[in-house]
C-alpha cells in the first residue's frame, strides 16, 4: 500500500479559506482512488471527499458541497483539498485515504495517513 503524509492544517476563523495537501509515496506505480476524511473529537471518522484517477469524478459529504474543492496532480502524487468558508463545525482531525481498488466506494479505502488539525473558530 501507499504511504500518505497530509500537511496545511492549522487554526483559521469562521469564514476563511484552508488548503490541505497529501503526498504519497511507496507503491504509487499504477491507478488508485484519493479521498479526505476527517474525524471531531467524540465524533465517529467521516467521509469529506474522494476523487478518481483521472481526477473526472468527485464526490463531497453534502456538509462541505460547494464549499470544498479536492483535486490531485498524479505526476507529483499529490492530492489536495481546497476549504472555503470555514465553519467551527469543519474542526476535526483531517485524513487523507488512498485504495488501488478505483470502485468508487466510500468504504474501502485500505490506506491512510496520520492526520493533519483542522481547528476554525467563530
Known amino acids: 500500500q501507499v504511504q500518505l503524509v497530509e500537511s496545511g492544517g492549522g487554526l483559521v476563523r469562521t469564514g476563511d479559506s484552508l488548503g490541505l495537501s497529501c503526498v504519497a509515496s511507496?507503491?504509487?506505480?499504477?491507478?488508485?482512488?484519493m479521498g479526505w476524511f476527517r474525524q471531531a473529537p467524540g465524533k465517529e471518522r467521516e467521509f469529506v471527499s474522494q476523487i478518481s484517477w483521472s481526477g473526472g469524478r468527485t464526490d463531497y459529504e453534502d456538509s462541505v458541497k460547494g464549499r470544498f474543492t479536492i483535486s490531485k496532480d498524479n505526476a507529483k502524487s499529490t492530492v489536495f483539498l481546497q476549504m472555503n468558508s470555514l465553519k467551527p463545525e469543519d474542526t476535526a482531525v483531517y485524513y487523507c485515504?488512498?485504495?488501488?481498488?478505483?470502485?468508487?466506494?466510500?468504504?474501502?479505502?485500505?490506506?491512510w495517513g496520520q492526520g493533519t488539525q483542522v481547528t476554525v473558530s467563530s
Open positions: 485515504a488512498a485504495d488501488r481498488n478505483v470502485a468508487f466506494s466510500r468504504a474501502t479505502f485500505t490506506s
Open positions: 511507496g507503491d504509487t506505480v499504477g491507478m488508485y482512488r
